[in-house]
């Protein structure tokens, strides 16, 4: 006799499981109560119980469940750390994107989570666990796709792994990737194994933008929750960066190869201080004149021109992230969205990674990126970032939130004229991370918010006020409906 139900099974009776009542009880699953498939990737024995809670309980079960383990223990990285590995084991990471936002949601939710006053900590990873169900049922309709255990005959030894990686990767070989990987993260520190990916995260401009940004979303997760989790992280995001249609760009001459191959060889031509220099207006003026109508090569042609200028990269970052903000203004939609988000991912690995070569690597690409995403959206000429006025007056935060689920254009000049005034971001960021949790339904909400709140602080402070102000576009307004999973959290956590 079968004595488990299958997760097929599960996810199809999940809404019969719901009609018993709010408060009915499923049987709490111990490490004994199941038995994995042998060819399916296992987790460390501390949290596969938790991992195994979240992909067998039925979706309209799982926030009353795990509010009941939370009550008895259960701690916040625990949590955190069962969400990433429930969607690295049960969601395909190809293409990135699509339903796979379920795990890159889940730094954007954390990070929602830390900047939430105490009462809210919770909502943000409800809203990612919730969403990491119906991702997952999604991805039982398309194939039922599970990570399968590594081949550990063929995981190389520590000297041999570094190598065997960026073969594998140089010839979009799965299977030597994956055995690679697992060598790296048993292996290598964890700083050499970022600066692998964040190189090869950025190297094409397939998926638009996502493998950068699961790049930098599973390395921070993985600050938080502990590198022990790393190897089935690793693994799903070296499937993920390999992941391209048609034939073997080695072999091949794709558009979306094109930019980093030219930047392999345009960084080796940028001065050796590069890091060094003036942080100037009119610089970022030219870099913003260049992505508003050049091409992919124009960009990475201006960023080497004024990094060998003496231009501060500071000055080069700072019309990046403008543009990307200001696509947003002039057509809101997915394209634009991603130009923002995907600058934050390869701003974050430009900082943060060790090796000098990756670093202007991925700034060249950055600038290069944002030109095709103009393009892929066929983005026109409209408002300009650095030119649009605020309105006459100080509105209040009630106003301008309100604006937003009416006229975006309006709401961006009030959003100017506050931030001008009052010089303090933080009570308009307050409000806006508030209403993603209370409003936002889709993963876009948390990333863009995440990001856009973050970026805030990674430009010129004299340009500051412009880009929170853009940032309007795809916030959440005041006058939408309260999402039903606000009420349900805080009953599951408060009952």
């Not at 799965?174 to 690679?180: I, M």
């Not at 194994?193 to 998926?207: I, K, P, S, T």
């Not at 960066?241 to 191959?261: C, F, K, T, Y």
């Amino acid at each position: 006799m079968k004595l488990h139900p299958s997760r097929r099974h599960l996810l199809q009776t999940g809404a019969a499981a719901g009609a018993l009542g709010f408060l009915s009880k499923i049987p709490l699953l111990g490490a004994d109560d199941v038995k994995l498939d042998p060819n399916q990737v296992r987790f460390r024995p501390e949290i596969e119980p938790l991992v195994r809670l979240l992909e067998e309980t039925p979706r309209e079960r799982l926030l009353e469940e795990v509010a009941g383990r939370i009550k008895k223990g259960t701690t916040y990285r625990e949590i955190l750390s069962a969400l990433l590995l429930a969607g690295v084991r049960n969601i395909q990471p190809r293409p990135v994107g699509f339903k796979f936002h379920a795990v890159l949601v889940v730094n954007s939710a954390h990070l929602a989570s830390v900047n939430s006053p105490d009462s809210d900590r919770w909502l943000p990873i409800f809203w990612a666990l919730d969403y990491f169900k119906s991702s997952q049922a999604r991805d039982v309709q398309e194939g039922d796709w599970t990570m399968a255990s590594v081949k550990e005959s063929e995981v190389p030894s520590s000297d041999k792994a570094r190598k065997m990686f960026a073969e594998g990767m140089d010839h979009w070989d799965e299977a030597k990737v994956d055995a690679a990987t697992s060598g790296l993260a048993r292996a290598a520190g964890a700083q050499e194994v970022f600066d692998l990916f964040a190189q090869y995260g950025a190297r094409d401009f397939r998926d638009i933008g996502h493998k950068a940004i699961y790049v930098a979303n599973s390395w921070r997760t993985l600050q938080a929750i502990g590198w022990k989790h790393s190897e089935p992280v690793l693994r799903s995001l070296g499937y993920a960066l390999l992941q391209h249609n048609g034939s073997n760009p080695q072999q091949s001459s794709h558009e979306a190869d094109l930019p980093g191959r030219l930047n392999e060889e345009l960084q080796k031509t940028i001065r050796s201080d590069w890091q060094r220099g003036e942080t100037k207006k009119e610089a970022t003026i030219e870099m913003l004149t260049v992505l508003r109508g050049g091409t992919w090569e124009d960009a990475s042609r201006k960023v080497v021109e004024l990094l060998n200028r003496k231009i501060s990269p500071q000055s080069i970052w700072d019309g990046l992230f403008q543009h990307a903000s200001e696509m947003l203004m002039r057509q809101p939609g997915i394209i634009s969205l991603h130009a923002s988000t995907t600058t934050n991912a390869l701003h974050y690995a430009h900082q943060n990674t060790f090796n000098d070569e990756t670093r202007k690597f991925l700034l060249l690409q950055n600038a290069a990126f944002l030109t095709m995403f103009r393009d892929r959206g066929g983005i026109k000429e409209g408002v300009k970032i650095d030119q649009f006025e605020p309105v006459e007056g100080v509105p209040g935060i009630e106003d301008i939130f309100s604006e937003i689920s009416g006229n975006k254009e309006m709401a961006a000049r009030k959003a100017l004229a506050y931030l001008k005034s009052t010089k303090d971001p933080k009570p308009f960021m307050r409000e806006a991370q508030r209403l993603i949790y209370l409003k936002g339904t889709g993963s876009h909400d948390y990333k863009f918010s995440s990001a856009v709140l973050e970026d805030y602080y990674n430009i010129s402070p004299q340009m500051r006020d412009r880009f929170l102000a853009a940032s309007v576009f795809w916030l959440q307004g005041s006058g939408k409906k309260n999402t039903s999973l606000v009420a349900r959290t805080r009953t599951a956590l408060g009952g």
